[in-house]
């Protein structure tokens, strides 16, 4: 499994995005993919780029499962969020990339970065 940071799917839709490439490579792997509920709600802030649908069409393309926040998961958010500095969506990242074992694909340094203090493997 693949947890997305929302930059990769923003550059996959914007051909002059110099991260265009390597968001295809990743997302045209054989891998399952995820992102939080937060996440899909900042890749939505984003206007779609192309003509080729919704952020929405998007994730069930790519058969992305988004994955709600739960009350129960307020604490160890909380905790990923403190002990690596990282704005809230790039923590979520991090804890549901933790939470299930999975790799974390994204473009943003700081956050490729805590990923791989905590022993995960990132595809940039």
Known sequence: MIVLDARVLVALTDETNPSHAAARRILSSADTFAMTALSGVDLMAYPMPTTAGTWADLLR????????????????????????????????????????????????????????????????
């Open 61 to 124: 393309d790519f058969a992305v499962e988004v994955v709600p926040i739960e009350a129960a998961d307020m604490g160890a958010i909380a905790a990923t969020k403190r002990q690596s500095g990282l704005p809230m969506p790039d923590a979520l990242t991090l804890w549901l990339a933790r939470q299930r074992g999975a790799a974390v694909a994204t473009f943003d340094a700081p956050l490729a970065a805590m990923a791989k203090q905590y022993g995960l493997a990132v595809h940039s």
